[in-house]
């Protein structure tokens, strides 16, 4: 693959992450639904996972950060260390999604209570109920 | 729905052009050339026996950064975790989940259980195989336990709640297993000082290999097989905590809402 259509490629990734971010924003503070600002916040953090682990990216021809060889030569880490991405981002990523997960459960527990006690979904709504 | 389409397809289209105008610009280019140094740092030492006061002694970088180099970053994710479910459960504090015990029969049709019943035990084996073998290749405790997560919510949508019920996981046990894992974490992240305890010598917090001060380390190795100190014992008691926390949270979510709405009723009229 040539390095033109790499750059390009590397490029689209992010622009096209920045413009999901938007449009999750867009649905986080415009939409009233509390429902559609869940779905736009689980957005919100796909996007913002997938830009982390881009930064750790490295260009072809590049592994993954495991090492094959249990038991390596210095020669063999020094190329292992020389082609791996970065395991730094992906390590701050996987812990993110579970924990992601949970925390957007808690989420939409809170707001089917918000429905039971309300019986509505609109944050409009919602912000004039007082007690 | 026309409106929308167009709005959709400039999108796209902006990207695309704005993508193509940054590369013209020369863009990324020398961003993605070469990983940092701490990237480097971490690849260089996660598996090198002649290094051993640095190695944490796991061929998986991400496995070894998560439980070894930033084990404290994963132990308050792993705090976040359990409040987010202790929150969810507040919620739920009075709602008791065995009232309107129905028998069997509920659910969707024979063709799905019956798929549903062949695929059980291969997800509890991919799950376990994550969690066993997550020192050793990409995944580990969260990964193995949302895999294993999926298996409650299966049974769930398949054959009803009252089926978990049935098979006696209940709220109060699944909470248990929960406290165990994360006991197990616990007592993983003072191992290390009890060992240097008994040895008299100094260890440090969540320590896996041996460091310059702090000569006692977990295992790396039980007869031929590699298992990394302390990353086994971690992935395993994650994916206990991680599994049985998505468990409560699945079983309270299912609870029917006119149940649910009834006992709250009740809980406010008493008040």
């Not at chain 2, 996660?46 to 290094?51: A, Q």
């Not at chain 2, 509920?106 to 049709?109: D, T, V, W």
């Given at each position: 693959m040539s390095t033109e259509l790499d750059i390009f490629l590397a490029n689209l990734s992010l622009i096209s992450l920045i413009a999901i971010i938007g449009v999750s924003l867009y649905g986080i503070l415009a939409r009233p639904n509390i429902v559609k600002k869940i779905i736009a916040l689980t957005i919100f953090t796909d996007a913002a996972n997938l830009l982390a682990i881009l930064v750790g990216f490295r260009r072809p021809p590049s592994i993954p950060p495991v090492l094959l060889n249990l038991e390596p030569r210095a020669t063999d880490i020094a190329e292992f260390s020389a082609s791996a991405v970065d395991p730094l981002p992906q390590a701050l990523v996987l812990t993110a999604v579970v924990i992601g997960m949970a925390v957007n459960m808690l989420i939409i527990f809170i707001a089917l209570q918000v429905y039971r006690l309300y019986g509505t979904l609109d944050a409009r709504k919602i912000r004039r109920l007082r007690g | 729905m026309k409106k929308e389409l167009l709005i959709a397809m400039s999108m796209v289209i902006t990207v695309v052009v704005m993508a193509y105008i940054a590369t013209l610009g020369g863009g990324l280019g020398p961003l993605f050339s070469d990983v940092r140094p701490l990237a480097k740092a971490f690849l260089s030492t996660?598996?090198?026996?002649?290094?051993p006061l640095f190695t944490a002694m796991s061929p998986e970088a991400v496995t070894a950064i998560v439980w070894d180099y930033r084990g404290l970053d994963t132990l308050f994710e792993t705090a976040v975790f359990y409040l987010a479910i202790i929150g969810a459960i507040a919620i739920y504090r009075d709602v008791n989940e065995k009232v309107g015990l129905k028998g069997s029969g509920?659910?969707?049709?024979k063709i799905v259980r019956v798929v549903t019943k062949v695929l059980i035990p291969i997800n509890i084996a991919i799950a376990i195989s994550i969690a066993l073998h997550g020192h050793l290749t990409p995944g580990g405790g969260f990964q193995a336990g949302a895999a294993m997560a999926v298996m409650p919510m299966l049974l769930i949508v398949v054959f009803s709640r009252y089926f978990l019920l049935e098979l006696k996981l209940t709220k109060g046990l699944a909470l248990a297993f929960r406290s165990i894992g994360l006991t197990g974490i616990a007592l993983t992240v003072f191992l290390p000082i009890i060992i240097a305890l008994v040895n008299g010598v100094n260890a440090y917090i969540m320590q896996n290999q041996m460091k310059v001060n702090a000569p006692v380390g977990l295992p790396a190795f039980i007869g031929n097989s590699l298992i990394s100190g302390s990353l086994i014992l971690y992935n395993v008691f994650e994916f206990l905590a991680v599994t049985f926390g998505f468990s409560v949270l699945f079983l309270l979510l299912s609870i029917e809402e006119d149940i649910v709405k009834d006992q709250m009723r009740g809980e406010v009229s008493e008040h």
């Open positions: - | 996660t598996l090198d026996p002649e290094k509920l659910g969707l049709s």
